[in-house]
């Protein structure tokens, strides 16, 4: 297996998320699309082949095939039932999570977020849905299907693949403290989610935490997807309804 020093774990991680960044803040200056729609399908695009080559040429070079094995490294099985069990135990907590630090963290940075906002086209604003329905419907339906199925499959799989698969087994400081730091650093790595770090941070750890532990990926995989199904339905709820 091929180790990934400190600064090679930086560079895998914040090379996408920078090229993907950049990709959105400069063409959601010239799009006239809702500006969620575009960042999905610039990760597409961007971020996931990215990810996902990285994953597929250490598989080459450490077992001779292109595949997702190098993800998989040092995994075990635990039966589904289980794996749903505990993701879903997770899932609770960082509903609560999201119910009491969640509303603190925005209020503390309310003013910045408004300020870098207001300096930006009213569509980087995904919160802003008055905006979001001055487009006609079947773009609207089009946007909360493409937004469905990159932020609750393409999205969380590729990443969860990359972060708690690949960069978690092959960094070269392993320790207790590993998932953690990772889970820290994925969390940071969400540029265009700047103002929601607290939270993220608090409701991934126990759920990676746990997947590192009992090596088995899917805990995290299944935990991140039913966290961004919730949103994506609450999307999709208020952008139709």
């Given at each position: 297996m091929n180790k990934?020093?400190?600064?090679g774990l930086l560079l895998r991680i914040f090379v996408p998320a920078a090229v993907l960044s950049l990709s959105y803040l400069l063409l959601g200056h010239l799009c006239n699309i809702p500006h969620i729609l575009l960042f999905c399908i610039l990760g597409t695009f961007t971020l996931v082949p990215m990810e996902l080559g990285v994953i597929?040429?250490?598989?080459?070079?450490?077992?001779?095939?292109?595949?997702?094995?190098?993800?998989?490294?040092?995994?075990?099985?635990?039966?589904v039932w289980k794996v749903l069990g505990i993701a879903f135990v997770f899932f609770g907590i960082a509903g609560l999570l999201s119910v009491f630090v969640g509303p603190i963290?925005?209020?503390?940075?309310?003013?910045?977020?408004s300020n870098v906002l207001d300096s930006l086209p009213m569509g980087f604003d995904?919160?802003?849905?008055?905006?979001?329905?001055?487009f006609s419907k079947p773009i609207l339906i089009l946007t909360?299907?493409?937004?469905g199925i990159f932020n609750v499959l393409i999205g969380p799989?590729?990443?969860e693949l990359y972060f708690r698969g690949y960069l978690t087994s092959h960094y070269e400081k392993q320790s207790w403290l590993t998932p953690i730091f990772i889970a820290v650093l994925f969390s940071l790595?969400?540029?265009?989610?700047?103002?929601?770090?607290?939270?993220?941070?608090?409701?991934?750890?126990?759920?990676?935490?746990?997947?590192?532990k009992k090596k088995n990926l899917y805990i995290s995989i299944y935990f991140h997807c039913l966290c961004?199904?919730?949103?994506?339905?609450?999307?999709?709820?208020?952008?139709?309804g």
């Open positions: 990934i020093d400190t600064k597929i040429s250490a598989s080459k070079k450490e077992y001779g095939a292109y595949s997702f094995k190098s993800a998989f490294a040092g995994q075990e099985k635990i039966a963290e925005n209020q503390i940075f309310a003013a910045m977020r995904w919160t802003n849905f008055e905006y979001m329905k001055s909360c299907v493409y937004y799989i590729t990443e790595y969400h540029f265009w989610l700047p103002f929601n770090n607290a939270f993220r941070i608090l409701a991934f750890i126990p759920a990676v935490y746990v997947a590192y961004n199904l919730f949103s994506a339905v609450g999307f999709a709820l208020t952008v139709l």
